[in-house]
């Protein structure tokens, strides 16, 4: 391992997302391929999320530490401090590779005229400690003030399970051998995994593991989901060769799920992004699934709520609307979620989600049914537009779903919709809603 090229990586990917409002993931993607070594990339990886997840403890030390803390104009020295910090507090790492390394790194950045600075600082960092702080002090403040209007009894373990690191979540793919099958074959690598009393194809991984260790993930035998994004496969359940529009399909896992399960099903995957279409098809392929495998099953670039270019008229049996949304179930999954939402997002979504879900209604054949997902927590988007929904729209009916979806909303005996809160089994934030279609 080179020690200076990842802590300058990691501070050109930080520098991008805390100070030019840039993706995390985006610039990983674009970071990663430059380091040739896998020990590096991962380092990469490491710094950058627990750098994010304690940046309201970094800038506390610069403000204590520092006359004048950098600020945007020295985005990139600002963001090699937070890989600093992130190095030593949470990541443990030892403090004279943490130190030194990050040190030379400034160099690398066009900052060797401040590696002295750099040096003093982290120095202090390692005998002092970073200040303490609430994970809450992350979240910005109109929005930790709406998910505690909307959990009041929740929050804190909201906050506190997002600034955690989350588990790995393996799908096994029922066309390769079933799930007791693939946790043995784990156990004969010396993986430890749990099985999921309340999801079939579910393992839960105690410790993270790159997926080039995983056996059989390059011939698609298992995939990386969430426990909370495979329950939908559940809630959906079209029947045997039902017609299924996925309508917002990208990364492709929930539709592959749906097609690992039942290879019948007539599966049409639309995304308004080509380059997130792509990633469908790149899911596909390496699970062996989709386009020219399976009969019936193709993917299309276009806009679920402009169906006219592409809708050929024949109605679906099941729909799924996972819709976009704020992603404030998967801050520990996405943190840079917390630097870039703002408050006039929420209203935007909204109206789209509506959108989506007002145009998949009408492609819908009566008898049939929906669901509508999102990875937020925060009820505008989940109960509130399912609400509103049903009281819109005369030949829709809530089809409500068992327990093990997680929780209902508080005093509603026969809820139509299930809310998991970050962390709540060890799955993300989610939200499904199932809507059936009156028989005409």
Known sequence: MSGRAPRAAAARVLDAV????????????RALPALPDPRDRALVEAICFAALRQRARADAALAAWMPKPPGRRDGDLRALLHVGFAQLDPLGLAPHAAVGETVDAARDIGRAHQAKLVNALLRRAQREGLPA???ADAWPAWLRDGVAA?????????FAASALPAPTWLRVNRRRGGRDAYLARLQ?????????????DALRLPASIAVGALPGFAEGDVSIQDGAAQAVADALAPPAGARVLDACAAPGGKSAHLLERDPTLRLLALDVDPARLSRVRDTWRRLDLGEGIDPGV???????????????????DAILVDAPCSA????RRQPDVLLHRRAADIDALVALQARLLDTAWT?????????????SILRAEN??????????TVDAVADPLPEHFGRAPAGDSAPHARQRLPGDGGMDGFFLARLAKRPG
Do not use: N
């Not at 402009?306 to 679906?316: A, C, Q």
């Open 18 to 29: 805390l100070h030019h409002g840039r993706s995390l993931k985006a610039e990983l993607s």
């Open 133 to 135: 702080s609430s994970p």
């Open 150 to 158: 909307d959990w009041p009894g929740d929050a804190d373990a909201i």
């Open 188 to 200: 004969a690598a010396g993986i430890e995994a749990v099985a999921d009393d309340t999801l079939d």
């Open 298 to 316: 193709t993917a299309c670039v276009a806009d679920a709520a402009e169906p006219g270019p592409w809708w050929d008229g024949e109605p679906f």
């Open 328 to 331: 404030t179930g998967i801050v």
């Open 363 to 375: 492609m819908l054949r009566p008898g049939g049914v929906l669901v509508y997902a999102t990875c």
């Open 383 to 392: 109960h509130a537009q399912v609400d509103a929904f049903l009281a819109r």
